[in-house]
């Protein structure tokens, strides 16, 4: 346990947790009735499902409700219907009260198994308290080469966010 914080001036003594205890992997089926004009399946369709995995990611590492503050979407590869979206996640950074979630997108051919990368994302998730007041959120422990890069990256990313 280390010291990070204080809440009414008092220190709080913040737990810890692993990258691995809040790591998820989900799958999207993408039907033929999110296209958009160009045959395509719809971006804001996409974004939706790596939003709610960025969701249950933080909120799985914060042990409270989570919101979005900001999310960085790009768009490597169209992904067409009757492929399945697959989704990774893992939290990459964790202030205070806001973490970053990665999000790995890759677009699965469901009939012959074909698969590429299609999106990465970043978002910044804040936990709130019933007031929707931000609260403070468990320390990351980072182990493996990986873990450590996506950290570092991250915190890149954040000086940048709050420059904008
Ligand atoms: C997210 C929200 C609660 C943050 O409120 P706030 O008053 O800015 O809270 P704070 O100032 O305490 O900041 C909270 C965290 O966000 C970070 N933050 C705030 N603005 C930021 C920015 N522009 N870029 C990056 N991080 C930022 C702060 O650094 C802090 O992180 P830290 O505690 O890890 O250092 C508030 O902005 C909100 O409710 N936004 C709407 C969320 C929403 O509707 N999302 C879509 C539906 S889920």
Do not use: W
Not at 6 to 14: D, G, I, M, Q, S
């Amino acid at each position: 346990m280390s010291m990070c914080c204080y809440v009414n001036e008092l220190p709080v003594k913040r737990p810890q947790k692993k990258v691995s205890d809040s790591k998820r992997t989900t799958s999207d089926p993408m039907f033929p009735g999110y296209i958009n004009n160009s045959q395509i399946i719809f971006g804001g369709r996409i974004m939706s499902s790596i939003d709610k995995l960025a969701y249950m990611t933080a909120k799985e590492h914060a042990e409270q409700e989570v919101v979005t503050l900001s999310a960085y979407i790009l768009f490597h590869k169209p992904v067409y219907p009757n492929y399945n979206l697959v989704l990774k996640s893992s939290v990459n950074y964790v202030g205070k009260t806001s973490m970053e979630v990665g999000v790995r997108v890759e677009a699965e051919n469901s009939i012959t198994g074909d698969i590429y990368h299609a999106n990465t994302a970043y978002l910044t998730m804040v936990a709130i308290d019933q007031d929707k007041k931000s609260v403070i959120v468990p320390e990351l422990v980072t182990k493996t080469y990986d873990e450590i890069r996506r950290r570092k990256e991250a915190r890149q990313r954040l000086k940048i966010l709050k420059n904008l």
